[in-house]
């Protein structure tokens, strides 16, 4: 028996892909562009670079100002990335996996960033459009991975009723 599925793979390569595109675009921002913290440029329209360090949860709520904090969040995101890693590997639907790749990744590109900085380095400012925070590439594929997790669990929640309501009238 394999240890993982095809899907399942697909989730962990998905993730070393968040991973990789994560940290090169934080790369880029701070070695290539050297964009300093508060520092903002117009990319166009309403996108601009901006550099913040945040060291809160997402979107800089809950602020750890406390070493303390900062590693227990960083070992909680390795824990979640962990368990999500050995959900993922048996799964047989396409959305769960893609969803929680998306996850797993986003998460363990933040925790990287904590372990190095400090804090979570975020960069894309689209603050011109009404939304508040300026965000990663991790960040995003959290947000998308949580949306694609919740559409599943609904699709497949659907599954389940339409199943029992076909065995209850059989």
Do not use: Y
Not at 1 to 11: C, K, N, P, Q
Not at 16 to 43: F, M, P
Not at 55 to 60: A, N, P, R
Not at 87 to 116: C, H, K, Q, S, Y
Request: proline content about 2%; hydrophobic content about 55%; glycine content about 8%.
């Amino acid at each position: 028996m394999s240890w993982v599925t095809r899907l399942g793979g697909l989730a962990l390569i998905l993730a070393l892909a968040v991973i990789i595109a994560d940290q090169a675009s934080k790369h880029w921002i701070l070695e290539v562009l050297q964009l300093r913290e508060g520092e903002t440029l117009a990319v166009f329209g309403p996108l601009h670079l901006t550099g913040v360090r945040n060291s809160g949860v997402s979107f800089g709520f809950l602020q750890a100002r406390h070493d303390l904090v900062r590693w227990a969040l960083a070992v909680f995101s390795i824990v979640v990335s962990v368990v999500l890693a050995v959900w993922v590997r048996r799964t047989e639907r396409p959305l769960f996996a893609v969803a929680v790749g998306l996850v797993m990744g986003g998460a363990v590109g933040n925790v990287i960033d904590r372990i190095r900085f400090g804090a979570v380095v975020d960069f894309i400012d689209v603050t011109r459009l009404q939304f508040p925070w300026v965000f990663n590439v991790a960040d995003s594929a959290i947000t998308l991975g949580i949306c694609l997790l919740l559409i599943d669990m609904l699709r497949q929640d659907g599954r389940e009723r339409a199943a029992k309501t076909s065995q209850d009238t059989a």
